[in-house]
């Protein structure tokens, strides 16, 4: 089995591809851009392949990138539509704490 790569790396590279460069990715997840550069560079490290080619002021998925940005995209639209129906689905059967304490007596 394939070891899957950082999460919070992943969701990094997410973000910057979404937004179109990290200053916008940092500001949408609340982060500074220090810290979404860092992951970047981790998920860089872990994959051993350069994801973006760095200019001046600019960012640019490298050739290597653009496909795995489209299968993360596509993954993480998944997991959203997953947690969508699972939400909506049981938001009538949602545990509270009371419930959870009571059954655990």
């Known amino acids: 089995m394939t070891r899957l790569p950082p999460l919070h790396a992943l969701r990094a590279f997410w973000l910057v591809t979404r937004a179109g460069g990290i200053r916008a990715a940092a500001e949408e997840a609340g982060v500074s851009h220090a810290a979404l550069t860092q992951q970047i560079q981790r998920l860089e ?14 960012l640019r998925l490298t050739k ?23 939400t909506r689905r049981n938001a009538s059967n949602i545990l509270t704490t009371h419930q959870f304490l009571w059954s655990l007596d």
């Open 45 to 58: 490290g872990t994959l051993g392949v350069r994801l973006f080619d760095r200019r001046s002021r600019s």
């Open 64 to 86: 290597a990138a653009e496909a795995y940005a489209a299968e993360v995209d596509r993954a993480f639209q998944v997991i959203s539509a997953a947690t969508h129906t699972l």
